[in-house]
Nanobody, 128 residues
Framework: QVQLVESGGGSVQAGGSLRLSCAAS????????MGWFRQAPGKERDWVAS????????YYADSVKGRFTISQDNAKNTLFLQMDSLKPEDTAMYYC?????????????????????WGSGTQVTVSS
């Protein structure tokens, strides 16, 4: 069982930056896909980025590519999302998610249904 706790959300003006953190209770298996998702009021929960904990491969949604950076500190079981050049449309609740990674290829899914463990979210608000 992996428990995830997000932090680092807040309010920022457009063009600003925030760094989200996700602390995982433990990594029972050798490899996980860790992801960030976001959900704006009245909208679906959308995938933002993922990282393979063993291979380090990263994946980004087109809407955040070049502005957001996903990273990890495996020694501390912590996931990060550095968000730069923030836009008002980035306003949402941001969720950390995890799933055990299987297979020899360091690939991670982008679908919400593929992730099993979820945090409770941290709010990001970007004003214009």
């Amino acid at each position: 069982q992996v428990q995830l706790v997000e932090s680092g959300g807040g309010s920022v003006q457009a063009g600003g930056s925030l760094r989200l953190s996700c602390a995982a209770s433990e990594y029972t298996y050798s490899s996980y896909c860790m992801g960030w998702f976001r959900q704006a009021p009245g909208k679906e929960r959308d995938w933002v980025a993922s990282i393979h904990t063993r291979g380090g491969t990263t994946y980004y949604a087109d809407s955040v590519k070049g502005r957001f950076t996903i990273s990890q500190d495996n020694a501390k079981n912590t996931l990060f999302l550095q968000m730069d050049s923030l836009k008002p449309e980035d306003t949402a609740m941001y969720y950390c998610a995890a799933v055990v990674a299987v297979g020899a290829i360091y690939a991670c899914p982008s679908s919400r249904a593929s992730y099993y463990y979820w945090g409770s979210g941290t709010q990001v608000t970007v004003s214009s």
